[in-house]
């Protein structure tokens, strides 16, 4: 007989529950801390934020037009490279809300007690969020190709301190975002494997209401880091 | 609730024979008294070296100039020495030990609410100190910023920083752990009857500690984080050449790290709550008062922490309501002080080990409270910032006050986990030495502080060496009582006579139950009824 036998019939689904939202909360406060760095710095360095977050600008035609007057030398193949990332920061926003959406839908599939439509469901989610971690990799990947990246040259050179200050927090909070996307997704996936071995069914929904407490909270980091970097000027 | 074997209401926690044998059965259980006492063996292996460090420093400082070691060998004594004993030592010291082993069983439950989650918190908390020994035994150089991580210097350095940094980190993680751990059982697992008004004291300073833990760690995370980054990469958040701010860092840095001072003294005030009834044979005077002001501190706790930065560049503005809130801060904790003496007044009182241990914790804490007052006035501040006063004066905070409690909750709850007495006679002697020793290695630092000698130097003027050398030959006699202490509990743990269920006439229910306690704590669930408490006599 294990040590462990007598705690496997405590099931406390509102404890967990408790569990889960006092463990989003760390993740708010870990998060607030960099919001926090972030309205410092915002406040301390107006024009430099201002200018940085017009590189990350959402419309890009009107971007052209408006960086022309803004702009004495504007370099036209980087500033599309730039348009097109942003373009791909909207998509993402969209991404992550329809996977909040399937996400919601799966536990409400599994209350209900269709199991196919949950794992459909839950497989989407999945997709979407390896979808939108495949546009962050192309996002970066043009930042780093012009040279945009923690400790490069090119940025010590080229751009004041409060634009090097502005892309620092770009890839730390977008990066660290990024790994909260990976772990939701593992979570989905063991509540996943758990669903179809049966040991997560209509009565004890926790786990997969908690991966998807957990993948709201990742969505709803990103509704707040979308507008901080892509739309605020 | 909970299906059992019939058999494991008979055995104890430290008989009971699991699917693995030995070390094994114990480092995969899941229940909270064996995770206890992994915590506290842990611990105390690392607090033997932290005291070995600190003793080395005291050595060094018997005179001036070179002793022992080199001034980078001290700067690395000092940095290791206090990352080990504050994120290794007090600040999980009591919750992880104490509160692990009692909490379900003052409260009436079987085990924590999150069993695996609790012996995950004991790895990751595992995983922390070898990261950060492990930066003392590989790369390039100890570790040399002091335990404050203070940057740009942590990512200047040539030091061996991040194993360090992210070890103290990963510990955060494994506190966040245990607090969210204890805060779901608090709330779901208590017994029929135990309302929150009959929830002993222990238990309630481990909820304030807990939401502290959970709201103010992840904050030192995330700047434990960056600075590491900064170190890598260098992304300039707090790089002064990139257009970063290190007093930023500062801010960041106390935000967590003051309430953390609360974390380490809130537990500490909930076991002398239960020692000082015990001993006193008497109902806790104003139980209200103690968990209002103890969720005061926690609250107020929060909002002290520019204290730590009156001299780093803060406006006027910023230092009067960090010093006004200090003062404030210090309300609750003197609240609790007078509970404490009424609760003694007219009582019976049975002086024991635990005893002693209580009152003097009492009166070290008085001075280390005090002495924060001094420092939380700006004019004083200002003259006796970063000198050997502000480490005397948290050194009885910490040591004195958490410390203290650690050693008092360790004789009085000794019998009920090890289910031995220990001898009386050498558990005095020991407090008596570790007392003096105690008094004479801190005291003289407020004097030395005061004539102007700073901290974390290696070296002093002549004028100091009196005073020094009372300091380190307190350092001995500390150290000989604690030897004294161990030898005793360890000698007591395997010979002692056996402890019956209730020697001190407690009326929580951990004495309810046989010493030690079976697995599974309960034959059945206790519950109170409207007329009992925890603290009727």
Do not use: C
């Amino acid at each position: 007989m294990s040590q462990v036998i007598h705690h496997e019939d405590h099931y406390d689904a509102e404890g967990s529950k408790i569990g889960m939202w006092l463990f989003i909360f760390t993740e708010l406060l870990l998060f607030g801390g960099l919001f926090l760095i972030y309205s410092v710095y915002r406040y301390k360095n107006p024009d430099a934020f201002h200018l940085a977050a017009q590189e990350l600008e959402l419309f890009g035609g009107l971007f052209l037009i408006y960086s022309v007057y803004r702009y004495k030398n504007p370099d036209a193949f980087h500033l599309a490279a730039q348009e097109l990332d942003t373009t791909i920061g909207a998509i993402n926003t969209v991404i992550l809300l329809i996977s909040s959406m399937t996400i919601a839908m799966s536990t409400t599939a599994l209350q209900k007690g269709q199991k196919k439509i949950t794992l459909l469901l839950m497989v989407t989610t999945v997709v979407l969020g390896i979808v939108f971690l495949v546009n962050k990799y192309f996002e970066w990947g043009l930042k780093f190709e012009h040279g945009i990246f923690p400790g490069s040259e090119h940025m010590k050179t080229t751009l004041s301190q409060g634009e090097i200050l502005f892309f620092g927090l770009y890839f730390v909070m977008t990066g660290l975002h990024a790994l909260h996307i990976l772990i939701g997704l593992v979570l989905i996936l063991v509540a996943y494997y758990r669903i179809t071995n049966g040991t997560v069914h209509a009565n004890r929904p926790s786990l997969l209401e908690n991966a998807g407490l957990y993948w709201h909270l990742v969505d709803l980091i990103w509704i707040f880091l979308f507008p901080l970097f892509y739309l605020i000027h | 609730m909970q299906v059992s074997s019939p058999i494991s209401q008979q055995v104890s926690y430290l008989e009971y024979q699991g699917k693995y044998k030995g070390l094994l059965g114990w480092i995969t259980s899941t229940d909270h008294k064996r995770i206890a006492l992994l915590y506290m063996f842990s611990m105390m292996v690392l607090f033997i070296v932290g005291a070995l460090l600190g003793l080395g420093m005291k050595l060094e400082l018997i005179a001036p100039g070179k002793t022992v070691m080199e001034a980078q060998t001290y700067n690395a004594f000092f940095t290791v020495h206090g990352v080990i004993m504050i994120f290794m030592i007090v600040i999980p010291g009591l919750p992880a030990v104490f509160g692990n082993f009692l909490l379900p069983i003052m409260i009436g439950a079987k085990d924590v609410a999150f069993p695996k989650l609790n012996l995950i918190s004991w790895y990751v908390y595992i995983l922390g100190a070898i990261l950060v020994i492990s930066s003392v035994l590989f790369g390039d150089g100890t570790p040399d910023t002091g335990w404050t991580f203070y940057a740009p210097y942590s990512f200047k350095t040539g030091t061996n920083m991040l194993p360090a940094i992210f070890g103290a980190f990963v510990l955060g993680f494994s506190s966040v752990l245990t607090g969210l751990n204890f805060i779901v059982t608090i709330h779901r697992l208590r017994a029929p009857g135990m309302t929150w008004s009959k929830l002993p004291l222990f238990p309630w300073t481990l909820y304030g500690t807990g939401w502290i833990q959970l709201l103010a760690t992840p904050i030192v995370g995330i700047t434990l984080i960056l600075v590491a980054l900064e170190r890598i990469f260098g992304i300039g958040v707090f790089d002064p050449a990139l257009g970063g701010d290190p007093i930023l860092y500062q801010h960041l840095f106390w935000i967590y790290s003051h309430p953390a001072v609360y974390i380490m003294i809130l537990p500490a005030m909930g076991a002398i709550s239960e020692i000082i009834p015990t001993f006193s044979q008497k109902h806790i005077f104003g139980y209200k008062a103690i968990v209002v002001s103890t969720l005061a501190i926690a609250f107020v706790g929060y909002f002290v922490w520019g204290h730590h930065m009156f001299t780093a560049g803060m406006s006027n503005t910023s230092q009067y309501a960090f010093s006004i809130l200090t003062f404030l801060v210090a309300i609750p904790s003197a609240i609790k002080v007078f509970n404490w003496v009424s609760t003694m007044y007219k009582g019976s009182i049975n002086v024991q080990t635990p005893f002693y241990w209580a009152v003097s914790f009492i009166f070290v804490f008085m001075i280390g409270g005090l002495s924060g007052l001094v420092l939380g006035a700006l004019t004083a501040n200002v003259y006796l910032h970063d000198t050997a006063f502000v480490v005397a004066h948290f050194h009885f905070i910490v040591f004195g006050g958490t410390g203290y409690a650690f050693f008092a909750a360790l004789h009085y709850w000794f019998p009920k986990m090890f289910g031995r007495m220990y001898d009386p006679k050498w558990a005095n002697t020991g407090w008596v030495l570790f007392f003096i020793g105690f008094l004479a290695l801190y005291g003289p630092m407020f004097y030395l502080g005061m004539m102007g000698m700073p901290r974390r130097y290696y070296d002093y003027l002549e004028q100091f060496h009196s005073a020094n050398i009372l300091s380190t030959l307190g350092s001995w006699v500390m150290v000989f009582g604690l030897v004294v202490i161990f030898v005793n509990l360890f000698r007591s743990a395997r010979n002692g006579a056996p402890a019956p269920v209730n020697p001190w006439n407690g009326k929580t229910w951990e004495w309810t139950v046989p010493s030690p306690p079976p697995v599974e704590n309960f034959d059945r669930i206790p519950e109170y009824k409207e007329k009992e408490g925890p603290y009727e006599y």
